[in-house]
């Protein structure tokens, strides 16, 4: 069975364990992907970060560990992100919301540290973002409360 034309790949509230098959990162078509609520552990696969079509990705609510994708987002098209309730560390990506389209950033109960990127600031677009239990630390970028969608 070829997937490449596949759009929209939802295996939401599973019992799928083990990792993201790396495989993912070669439907390139894919705009939607939804993993939500299974076991699923270890890492992102990077390759998801460079999908060029994906504008919804769901991940909340697995076991999933490491730091997020450094190219999520660059491809312009990511509107809402939600890896919540999952064990990620690190910071906080500054090019989340390239080209000002991202609308959802959800990244609630994780271990994401550092302060958040100033970059948000102009995400314009946003109107939901939601961050509680993490192990943020500093100040609020300036000009973040003047975000008139939040």
Known sequence: MNLKAL?????????????????????????????????????????????????????????????????????????SLDVSSNSLTGPILPNLCHRNRLLKLILFNNMFTHELPGSLVNCTSLSRFIIQYNLLNGTMPHGFGLLKNL
Request: glycine share 10%.
């Open 7 to 79: 759009k929209a790949f939802d295996l939401s509230d599973n019992q799928l364990s083990s990792t993201i098959p790396e495989g993912i990162s070669s439907l390139t078509e894919l705009t939607w992907l939804s993993l939500i609520g299974n076991n699923i552990s270890g890492m992102i696969p990077e390759g998801i970060g460079e999908l060029p079509n994906l504008s919804t990705l769901l991940l909340w609510n697995n076991n999933l560990s490491v730091i997020l994708l450094q190219k999520l987002g660059l491809n312009g098209n990511l509107i």
